[in-house]
């Protein structure tokens, strides 16, 4: 069986009445927004649709899937088609967790532009249904980190290192170091900050003018002894779901505040920079008032003129992560002490 045909075969179960309800978000039967998300993707292109996939494996799943649901939600049988739909479909035809990642923190990274994934909750057993899941053992990324901070250990001095474990340690994948004297600060991206197409301009703290002109953002960058790059990836499947690039964003953010914290603790005077905008606030208090979490404020890492393409090729790092991915970046500026 191929991907293609197993498609098919799921999107015979419904008629196209039904289908087109789901996509309304009216479907007769309840379905998680993560699974009818999931299954909307049917209605497109799915990617290797020649793939080849085990006819067997997806029947064993189903059938052990359905026992599940049976015995622990035996109240709404009703409900139990396209769950296992959903994830016959992450697990044969997207390659991709069985459960979002705010239920179970699964992290990925993208090595080789391919998401590999990362569960704290993955189960070993063999009566376990994790076993479908394309997921890795968390223990497998504690390893990998423990191996990238012993390198950086061995390539850059103690600090850069300790920069780099606490970025990797909170969920941000890559980074490279840089010299202040890398940077360029380009006026053009500053007038782009201007034309306000974000519509963030002379609204936020993190963003121009509130963050200084582009002369006093490079005097501020210029009192550092280096700086890192960061980035993360975020698998989002469709350039046009506005929702999962916002959570993908939001979810950078909560990333660079539990790194910002601890590098803070230890690098008091650490610069952090971040891509975007902030939006911790529903109206923020610029410019009438200071801001309310100046340390949870982190300046727009194009509000100061980079170009971060620029910087993740200075950086050594990946600005592209493949399709059917996004990345977010980063910069921390620090003392070697």
């Not at 359905?66 to 009703?78: C, E, G, I, R």
């Not at 994830?87 to 179970?104: D, K, M, W």
């Not at 950086?315 to 970046?329: E, M, N």
Request: proline share 7%; charged share 25%.
């Amino acid at each position: 069986m191929t991907r293609e045909e197993l498609k098919l075969k799921i999107l015979a179960t419904y008629s196209d009445e039904e289908w087109e309800m789901l996509r309304r978000d009216e479907f007769p039967v309840p379905v998680s927004a993560f699974n009818r998300k999931t299954l909307l993707r049917l209605l497109e292109a799915i990617p290797d649709p020649d793939a080849e996939i085990p006819e067997d494996a997806v029947s064993k799943m189903s059938g052990e899937l359905k026992a599940y649901l049976t015995n622990y939600m035996p109240d709404h049988p009703d409900a139990h088609l396209p769950v296992i739909l959903s994830c016959v479909s992450l697990a044969f035809i997207f390659s991709e967790p069985l459960h979002a990642a705010h239920q179970t923190k699964w992290i990925v990274q993208f090595p080789e532009d391919k998401a590999v994934y990362y569960c704290p909750s993955r189960e070993e057993t063999t009566d376990s249904l994790c076993r479908y899941c394309v997921c890795r053992k968390m223990s497998e990324w504690n390893a990998l980190t423990a191996e990238q901070t012993a390198a950086a250990q061995q390539q850059a001095g103690s600090s850069a290192a300790r920069i780099r474990e606490l970025l990797l340690k909170n969920g941000l994948l890559e980074s490279g170091i840089l010299h202040p004297s890398d940077l360029v600060f380009y006026p053009e991206v500053r007038s782009l900050c201007k034309q306000n197409k974000c519509g963030r301009y002379q609204t936020t703290w993190a963003c121009p003018p509130a963050v200084g002109t582009l002369e006093e953002c490079r005097n501020r960058c210029m009192k550092y002894e280096e700086l890192q790059v960061f980035s993360k990836a975020f698998p989002v499947t469709d350039p046009f779901d506005f929702d999962a690039f916002q959570n993908a964003m939001h979810e950078f953010k909560e990333n660079v505040q539990c790194a910002a914290d601890p590098i803070r603790v230890e690098f008091p005077e650490a610069l952090i920079l971040s891509n975007e905008s902030c939006d911790r606030c529903q109206k923020c208090t610029w410019p009438d008032s200071p801001c309310r979490f100046p340390g949870k404020c982190f300046h727009s890492i194009e509000g100061y003129g980079f170009l971060v393409s620029e910087l993740a090729q200075k950086a050594g790092i990946r600005y592209l992560h493949g399709p059917g991915s996004v990345t977010f970046f980063g910069a921390v500026f620090y003392n070697r002490h």
